[in-house]
């Protein structure tokens, strides 16, 4: 099941975007729960599957709802779950809790409907670079047309009414996930991240909410959107974006003049290393491709460009390698098919 997350040619994170060479990707998230209905973890079975079906029934009748994948979550197995949270499609929290949940979900738009999450509906809408603004439009025409379908729940003051307290007001998540390897170099990482706190975002890790920073990769998001317009979060995080990638750009800049043959050597291992090993972890594997995204950014390496490492970092996840593999993996396993792949996606195109 999902084989076509694991041979698309063209999904979201292959596409080219603003900012490339720094960010990453974008992501919105708007959460919305049904009128008079209790929110997920307080609901029974028989309420959880009422949501599900109204939420089902709203999303099959959009216009452009042909493209979208339905899958109940109780009914496919957990490494499918972990797949689809590796694939960020779903999260975490979605994959792990219980009860009637499900999810609509189109890869190549990189859009996502959760559905009985921590709320009962998630709209979650991905960009390649930085590309927050067009994610925003896209994302409230979606939503304006889910409105006039379900009664979502509201407050005259509170505004939409979530789960978490943290969620009231407009609910909307803006989030940019960066690669800063120049900042993480030169150790100044901690000082920038603490201006970013200081003016209402916050840091977290590769895949979200409940994750550590892995090598260079970082995520800012908002921390709340009550008493706040979605245009101005949009604006605000973008805005914090542009200047951490203009900061990046120039030390790397200055730190390539002071030590560029060092950096070069350093990159050209990195890239040796991932062709070549027969074991590598997954913390190994993620610093390797660090170095490997700098070296293409700045024109060292040949043949390799950021779509296919972007590829990589979802494709090294331990669910997707089990599923290439088609078998269960133990530790020792999962690094050898993990050396396997990399091996494969970055031999020199002489030898493919």
């Not at 304006?144 to 609910?171: I, M, S, W």
């Not at 133990?330 to 098919?337: C, K």
Request: a neutral charge; glycine letters at 6%.
């Amino acid at each position: 099941m999902f084989e076509e997350l694991l041979t698309s040619t063209d999904d979201w994170f292959l596409k080219s975007g603003p900012s490339c060479e720094v960010v990453v990707s974008s992501r919105l998230r708007l959460a919305r729960n049904l009128e008079g209905e209790k929110f997920p973890h307080h609901a029974n079975a028989v309420e959880q599957r009422k949501a599900v079906e109204e939420v089902k029934a709203a999303i099959a009748g959009l216009s452009d709802a042909g493209n979208l994948k339905f899958v109940r979550l109780n009914e496919i197995s957990s490494l499918d779950r972990q797949l689809l949270t590796e694939h960020q499609v779903i999260s975490a929290e979605h994959a792990a809790s219980l009860g009637e949940r499900a999810v609509a979900y189109d890869p190549k738009d990189g859009l996502s409907l959760l559905i009985n999450e921590e709320d009962h509906l998630r709209l979650q809408i991905f960009r390649s670079g930085l590309n927050l603004r067009e994610a925003f439009r896209y994302l409230t025409r979606l939503d304006h047309a889910l409105g006039e379908k379900l009664h979502y729940a509201k407050d005259p003051r509170l505004g939409y009414l979530t789960a978490c307290p943290t969620n009231l007001g407009v609910a909307l998540r803006a989030s940019v996930m960066l690669h800063l390897p120049a900042l993480v170099y030169t150790n100044r990482a901690a000082q920038v991240f603490q201006g970013v706190t200081q003016v209402g975002l916050t840091v977290r890790g590769l895949q979200g909410e409940t994750t550590q920073v892995a090598s260079a990769f970082f995520q800012i998001s908002n921390q709340s959107s009550m008493g706040k317009r979605g245009v101005d979060i949009v604006d605000h995080v973008d805005r914090t974006a542009r200047q951490l990638v203009e900061v990046e750009l120039q030390t790397q800049n200055a730190i390539f003049q002071q030590e560029g043959v060092k950096l070069q050597d350093r990159i050209c291992r990195a890239l040796g290393t991932l062709r070549n090993a027969k074991i590598i972890t997954l913390q190994e594997a993620l610093d390797g491709l660090s170095a490997l995204r700098v070296g293409v950014e700045r024109k060292i390496l040949s043949g390799i460009d950021l779509p296919k490492l972007n590829s990589l970092l979802i494709l090294i996840q331990p669910a997707h390698l089990a599923k290439i593999a088609a078998r269960e993996l133990n530790a020792e396993q999962e690094a050898m098919e993990r050396a396997r792949i990399l091996g494969l996606y970055l031999k020199p195109a002489e030898a493919a």
